[in-house]
C-alpha cells in the first residue's frame, strides 16, 4: 500500500498548480495522471504558446451558475502572483491583444516552470496509471489503481472536462462526483466553432473557407463579442464565434456585423455621391477580400452601380451588412471545444477551499467545476487560482 498525505488526480493545468502549492506548504503529494505525459492541453493551447492569464481577468469573465463562486479563489491568487511565477522562472512573455499573455517561446516554457516547481518542492509525479475504483476510508480514501493501492487523507480531483478527448479528456471526475453525492450540470462544449448544414451558407461558408474577417461584432442571448471571424469548410470558428459559442443554445440564430467600425448608411450615402458609376463589390472589396466581396454580393445584393440603388436598397444592404443572421446547425463539439461548460454544481463545493460540502477531504478544482472562462488566459487563470486555493487545505 502506497501512503501519500495528498493525492491529486489529473496532471493538467490545475492539479500541477495545486500540487506544487500544497507540497510548498510541506504537504506530501502524490500527483498521478493516466496519460504518458502531464500538461498536454498546456502544450496545444494557444496554438503551441499557451495563453496562460490575461491581463484584465475578472469573476465577470466567467460563466458559471453559482456566479459569485469563482470570486474567492481568484481574489487570492491572481493574474499578478502568476506572472511573477512567469517571472521567477525568465520566462519570455507579451501581450498578443486585449489583456492575452502568450510565451515569447513555447508552451513547453509554462510546462517545464510547473514541473521545475514541483520537482523543487518534492512532488511525486507518476503517469500513466489508471484508477481503477475510489473509496471512502477511516483516515481519508483509498485508490485502487494500475499502480497499486494507495491511500490518502486528501483527494483532489483534477481531471478537467470532456474536451479534446485526443488529448485524454474523459468524464472521470464527473464519475467521482457522482459516486460521491454530487450533483452534475448538463455539461457542453464551449468556445467551440459553429457548424453550419444550409446549402447557400455552407457554399459560402467552404467558398470562403480560411478567410478571416479583423472586426466583427457577434452576438446572441444579449451578449456580445467584438473580435475576428474565421469561415470554414464545416461553417464559422475564429475568437468572436467560439465566445458566442458558450451562451448559444441549438436553434437559436446569431447576429453579425460585420463591419461594426463603420457608419454603413452613412458610407454607402457617401459612395453613392462620390463614386456613383463604381459597382457595389468594388466598393466592398476595399473592406473584404476581392473574393469575398464577390460572393456577398452574389448571394446578398444585386450588384450594380452606386447611382442605380434606392435609398431603400442601399438601406437594405446596410442591414444586412450589420445585422447578419444566421442559425447554426451545432458546433463541432467536444472534439475541437477549448472548454466543457457545466460540471460539478459548485452550491456543493466550498468556494474558500474547493471541498466538498458533501464528502469531507475530497476537492474538486479547474474545469471538472461548473466554471467555464472566456477565451483569452481566463481557463487557465482558473486552474492556477482553484488549484492554489485547494492547496492551502488539503
Known amino acids: 500500500m502506497l501512503n501519500s498525505q495528498v493525492v491529486i488526480i489529473g496532471a493538467g493545468a490545475a492539479g500541477l498548480m495545486c500540487a506544487l502549492s500544497a507540497a510548498t506548504r510541506g504537504r506530501q503529494v502524490l500527483l498521478l495522471d493516466h496519460a504518458n505525459k502531464p500538461g498536454k ?23 458559471s451558475s453559482n456566479p459569485h463562486f469563482c470570486k474567492s479563489a481568484l481574489a487570492r491568487y491572481t493574474q499578478w502572483d502568476f506572472i511573477g511565477l512567469v517571472a521567477k522562472h525568465g520566462v519570455a512573455y507579451h501581450e498578443k491583444k486585449l489583456g492575452q499573455l502568450f510565451c515569447d517561446n513555447k508552451a513547453n516554457d509554462i510546462l517545464d516552470m510547473l514541473l521545475a516547481e ?5 512532488v511525486t509525479l507518476r503517469t500513466s496509471t489508471t484508477i481503477n475504483s475510489i473509496s471512502k476510508s477511516a483516515t481519508g480514501y483509498a ?6 493501492a ?5 483527494l483532489v480531483i483534477a481531471t478537467g472536462g470532456l474536451s479534446i478527448p485526443t488529448l485524454g479528456a474523459t468524464g472521470f471526475g464527473y464519475q467521482v462526483a457522482k459516486q460521491f453525492g454530487h450533483t ?3 455539461t457542453r462544449a464551449g468556445l467551440v466553432p459553429f457548424t453550419i448544414t444550409d446549402p447557400s451558407l455552407k457554399t459560402l461558408c467552404s467558398e470562403l473557407s480560411g ?27 475564429g475568437p468572436a464565434i467560439l465566445q458566442i459559442s458558450s451562451f448559444w443554445q441549438p436553434g437559436e440564430s446569431i447576429s453579425i456585423d460585420l463591419l461594426p467600425h463603420i457608419d454603413l448608411p452613412q458610407w454607402l450615402s457617401e459612395q453613392q455621391q462620390t463614386r456613383p458609376n463604381s459597382e457595389l463589390k468594388t466598393l466592398l472589396s476595399e473592406l473584404f477580400t476581392k473574393k469575398m466581396a464577390t460572393l456577398l454580393s452574389d448571394s446578398w445584393f444585386v450588384s450594380k452601380p452606386m447611382k442605380q440603388y434606392t435609398a431603400s436598397e442601399l438601406k437594405a444592404v446596410a442591414e444586412q451588412l450589420a445585422n447578419w443572421q444566421l442559425v447554426p446547425a451545432g458546433t463541432e463539439g467536444y472534439r475541437t471545444a477549448e472548454v466543457t ?27 471538472v467545476l461548473d466554471v467555464s472562462g472566456h477565451l483569452g488566459g481566463f481557463n487557465f487563470q482558473w486552474a492556477w487560482a482553484s488549484g492554489f486555493a485547494a492547496a492551502q487545505f488539503v
Do not use: W
Open 41 to 63: 492541453k498546456i502544450l496545444m493551447s494557444g496554438g503551441g504558446r499557451c495563453n496562460f492569464t490575461n491581463l484584465y481577468c475578472e469573476p465577470s469573465n466567467y460563466l
Open 118 to 122: 514541483c520537482a523543487e518542492a518534492g
Open 143 to 148: 485508490l485502487d489503481s494500475s499502480a497499486g
Open 150 to 154: 494507495i491511500s490518502c487523507e486528501s
Open 184 to 186: 452534475l450540470l448538463p
Open 211 to 237: 478567410t478571416s474577417v479583423e472586426d466583427c461584432l457577434v452576438s446572441c442571448n444579449g451578449q456580445s463579442f467584438r473580435e475576428n471571424i474565421l469561415f470554414t469548410h464545416r461553417g464559422l470558428s
Open 341 to 367: 461548460l457545466g460540471g460539478v454544481d459548485t452550491h456543493e463545493v466550498s468556494s474558500k477551499t474547493m471541498e466538498s460540502l458533501k464528502s469531507p477531504g475530497l476537492y474538486f478544482i479547474g474545469e
